[in-house]
């Protein structure tokens, strides 16, 4: 089959349609031209590589020559991937869901050469994605007026529908006359509220599909322990442990699928996404952290070595995906029939049947199984000595790592899932500040190493001259001007880069950063931040990102760090910006906190004590690294071994000791010397 416009792109989603019989196009100017010279309207289509019904819907109907034949006949045909281009994915999934009340990938949507949309959908099936096509394409040869009339008032819709984001005039009336309150009473409500949507049987939400959030569990965590709230403490507890025995988890080679497609985590959809992994690598770090637990320890390494294994690049950065099917087949690459784990395992077939019950609970479907946990190995000893099988711990951890090893061999001969290899920086950025976490909890210098080799591929090949940064990296070409998703998850992970390493470098680099988002991205009448720069070619609409999900919104995660750099260098500015982001969005948080959980991380900070611990001498970083074994979330670090400029540091060296400050909001307590003063000063509050 001949090749379409799509060969000469780098996204692996794009060179998947290379060769449809599709006449497809990229997302640029001359596409747009061309649909303006020729009269036609544009099919936008919408997915990413380790999508599933993007390749359901390939198959069925971008490969099919008479459907290609319709298509090409009536509109020019846009391929997009949604992770290279968040941006117009955002516009055009709002007007799907405006029409549709859902959304999803594939997405489709139908422009106007000028942008607007007149009609959109999901996944569609052939006879009816022919049907649908014909349709439209008639509609505007024959009634070009009522297309123009959809568009109109579709395009207004999407304006005024994003969730949060305050009418601009209103707000600006609302914050002259108002003065921001943030109260810990208003997270109290959130919880209150949020209690009735979990499943403390399971774990996570109480409905179906269950994605992984792990930045809601990461708030509610901080939340149970600056409140004390034990339900809630019980409660991730359990979720986390449910996450990790269950199907959406790895059993044998780490990391976790996208998200389970029942209530019991038991069946994932298979694909495995670098930002998932990254942010439950910091959060089953913090939870280690606050508890303790072993398992948390077992899921952050061995998700680390996954993504060593299969989503690391020479270069020291990471790939962004591997895919849900192999040889068309979703799943296949991870699920084993009892015949195959009997010939691979022998003598330990027994005993895997029990461990990742090879039975009716992990069955799947077509004689395949998933493997899965569904005891402590505390408890499985008991349960397994009751049918005459005596193993003490160490017996069981060397033959079930037997097990794993011998499967993991086996598995990795088979054909892998596709790899989406293209690098984007804000989800390296997530990873990097997954690494951070976990180093700043284990204290492995192999996880700082990777963290510093990542952060500075993304100074050498991320960051441009004029301190903005590229959104994407493939075959050593860096493209796509940067998000504020870029911008807000690097600043994040550059802070956290120095508060384990103390190394300056990074946190004048986020503050450089943060300075350029403010000249490029700030929307001066709410405050808030729009999600593309002002450089940026103009769409339909400018969004600004506010709503945490999958990902914390960029918008969120920028005003912790406005927070925070606030803090670090007492700068007015950040400060009040932060809270002027916060007040905006405060409304909305008490009846949907999951939405919102980023922003309650904010709320927490500004409501409830937060200290700021300098420590100058010789011995800093023997004092941070005893710090960080304690669970302090309410706390950031600066240090230096020598005199430093850095305002909290500023003028507290001393050469014959190593001192301690701990400080909130500027007020210091007098200096101490060891880390008992210390957590003694943290725990009674200033």
């Known amino acids: 089959m001949p090749a379409n416009s799509l060969i000469t792109e780098t996204s692996p989603y794009l060179l998947q349609h290379a060769h449809n019989p599709v006449d497809w196009h990229a997302w640029n100017k001359e596409t747009l031209a061309l649909s303006q010279q020729l009269d036609k309207p544009i099919l936008v289509s919408i997915g990413y590589s ?119 005039t209103k707000f600006q009336n609302s914050i002259n006359r108002d003065e921001a309150e943030f109260s810990f009473d208003t997270l109290h409500t959130t919880v209150s509220n949020w209690k009735e949507r979990l499943d403390n049987t399971e774990g996570g939400p109480n409905h179906a599909p269950k994605f992984p959030l792990p930045n809601n569990y990461q708030f509610l965590l901080r939340y149970a322990h600056l409140a004390a709230d034990k339900e809630i403490e019980k409660h991730i507890a359990l979720t986390l442990q449910k996450m990790a025995f269950g199907g959406i988890y790895d059993q044998i080679g780490g990391g976790f699928a996208r998200y389970s497609t029942d209530l019991l985590w038991k069946v994932p959809h298979f694909e495995k996404m670098l930002y998932d992994n990254a942010q439950l690598i ?92 569904d005891k402590t190995d505390e408890d499985f000893l008991q349960h397994y000595a009751k049918s005459g099988n005596q193993l003490s711990p160490e017996q069981l951890e060397k033959k079930t790592t037997k097990i794993k090893n011998a499967l993991l061999t086996t598995r990795e001969k ?85 508060q384990c390493s103390f190394d300056e470098t990074w946190l004048e680099q986020a503050r450089k950063l943060m300075d350029y988002c403010i000249a490029h991205f700030l929307d001066a009448q709410t405050g808030l931040f729009y999600f593309t720069s002002d450089l940026d070619q103009a769409l339909i609409t400018r969004k600004t990102e506010t709503s945490d999900n999958v990902i914390p919104a960029s918008c969120s995660s920028i005003a912790k760090s406005l927070f925070t750099l606030g803090r670090f260098y007492g700068e007015i500015r950040y400060t009040e910006l932060s ?108």
């Open 50 to 168: 380790a999508c599933h019904w993007c390749h359901v819907m390939e198959h069925e109907s971008f490969e099919d020559e008479a459907t290609a034949k319709i298509m090409n006949a009536y509109f020019i045909n846009v391929k997009v991937d949604r992770e290279e281009r968040p941006d117009i994915d955002q516009v055009y999934m709002s007007a799907v869901q405006l029409m549709t009340g859902r959304g999803g990938w594939p997405l489709n949507c139908f422009i106007m050469p000028d942008g607007r949309p007149f009609y959109g959908g999901t996944y569609f099936p052939k006879q009816e994605w022919q049907t649908i096509l014909l349709h439209l394409g008639e509609l505007w040869k024959n009634d070009r007026g009522k297309v123009t009339d959809y568009a109109d008032q579709l395009t207004e819709g999407i304006r005024r529908s994003e969730p949060g984001v305050p009418n601009r």
């Open 282 to 373: 910091s959060l089953y770090a913090e939870a280690f952290q606050a508890s303790g637990n072993k398992l948390h320890k077992e899921v952050v390494y061995d998700t680390v070595h996954f993504i060593q294994r299969e989503l690391c690049s020479e270069e020291g950065a990471f790939y962004s995906a591997l895919d849900a099917d192999t040889e068309g087949e979703e799943g296949k690459y991870y699920v084993w029939t009892k015949d195959e784990l009997q010939s691979l395992l022998g003598d330990d077939y027994g005993l895997a049947v029990e461990y990742f019950n090879i039975n009716e609970k992990g069955y799947w479907e077509h004689d395949n199984y998933i493997l899965l946990r």
């Open 414 to 498: 088979r054909t892998k899932p596709g790899l989406d290899d293209k690098i984007l920086t804000s989800w390296n950025a997530l990873m990097l500040q997954g690494l951070v976490d976990a180093y700043r909890v284990f204290d492995n210098p192999e996880f700082l190493e990777l963290a510093r080799r990542n952060a500075n591929f993304i100074l050498s090949k991320q960051l441009k001259p004029d301190a903005s940064l590229w959104h994407s990296h493939k075959n050593g070409r860096s493209t796509i001007n940067g998000f504020l998703e870029d911008y807000a998850f690097t600043i994040e992970a550059f802070i956290s880069l120095y």
């Open 579 to 686: 809270k002027k982001m916060l007040h905006a969005l405060l409304p909305n948080i008490p009846s949907y906190g999951a939405g919102y959980s980023n922003w309650c991380m904010l709320l927490l900070n500004l409501s409830s004590p937060f200290y700021e611990v300098a420590i100058v001498g010789k011995d800093v970083d023997e004092i941070r690294k005893e710090l960080s074994k304690h669970y302090l979330p309410n706390v950031i670090f600066a240090g230096s071994p020598s005199a430093s400029t850095l305002p909290l540091l500023l003028n507290r060296y001393s050469e014959d000791k190593t001192l301690i400050y701990v400080c909130e909001n500027s007020s210091c307590k007098l200096p101490v010397e060891t880390v008992e003063e210390a957590l003694y000063i943290l725990q009674r509050g200033l």
